[in-house]
């Protein structure tokens, strides 16, 4: 009988810190599994979500999860000027999957230099659509109800 509360107090424990976000080891996790870092993170922290796991998501249409990766450069496209300004550009994965990423420079500083083949690691959230996915949110919120996410290029940090 003592066994077996020992193993439901630890069940319970492991429930309660995946929902609130929280490992074993204290780095946060989303419920994709993806780990979480913040903007201060180092380029191996920023491939934690895996291409596996990005694949998964746009397999299975998922929205609204927060993702760390890494990509390089396929294009660079026009700003989105409707709204909120977004600087756009496309990331393709080892995989070969691409991510479009909307960086809104209303709130953050615009990706400069970016080129094509660059390397750019990045955590925001991503989105579904038919072409392998969005990934926004890639800066810090303002109001403080969204993760903070970012961009980084080089040596240089831009959320």
Same mark, same amino acid.
């Not at 300004?85 to 990423?101: D, E, N, W, Y």
């Given at each position: 009988?003592?066994?077996?509360?020992?193993?439901?107090?630890?069940?319970?424990?492991?429930?309660?810190?995946?929902?609130?976000?929280?490992?074993?080891?204290?780095?946060?996790?989303?419920?994709?599994?993806?780990?979480?870092?913040?903007?201060? @993170?180092?380029?191996?922290?920023?491939?934690? @979500?895996?291409?596996?796991?990005?694949?998964?998501?746009?397999?299975?249409?998922?929205?609204?999860?927060?993702?760390?990766?890494?990509?390089?450069?396929?294009?660079?496209?026009?700003?989105?000027?409707?709204?909120?300004?977004?600087?756009?550009?496309?990331?393709?994965?080892?995989?070969?999957?691409?991510?479009?990423?909307?960086?809104?420079?209303?709130?953050?500083?615009?990706?400069?230099?970016?080129?094509?083949?660059?390397?750019?690691?990045?955590?925001?959230?991503?989105?579904?659509?038919?072409?392998?996915?969005?990934?926004?949110?890639?800066?810090?919120?303002?109001?403080?109800?969204?993760?903070?996410?970012?961009?980084?290029?080089?040596?240089?940090?831009?959320?």
């Amino acid at each position: 009988m003592k066994t077996l509360r020992i193993i439901v107090t630890i069940l319970l424990a492991l429930l309660v810190a995946v929902l609130w976000g929280c490992t074993p080891t204290g780095q946060g996790q989303d419920t994709a599994g993806s780990t979480v870092f913040n903007a201060a @993170s180092t380029e191996a922290d920023a491939l934690g @979500s895996t291409d596996a796991q990005l694949a998964q998501l746009f397999k299975t249409q998922q929205n609204n999860v927060y993702v760390t990766g890494a990509g390089i450069v396929q294009s660079i496209l026009s700003d989105d000027t409707e709204g909120a300004k977004h600087q756009r550009f496309i990331l393709r994965l080892a995989s070969g999957q691409t991510l479009l990423v909307a960086h809104n420079i209303d709130i953050a500083p615009r990706v400069e230099p970016l080129n094509v083949g660059d390397t750019v690691y990045f955590a925001g959230i991503y989105e579904y659509n038919s072409q392998g996915g969005v990934i926004h949110w890639t800066h810090h919120d303002p109001q403080g109800t969204h993760r903070a996410g970012y961009l980084r290029v080089g040596d240089k940090t831009f959320s």
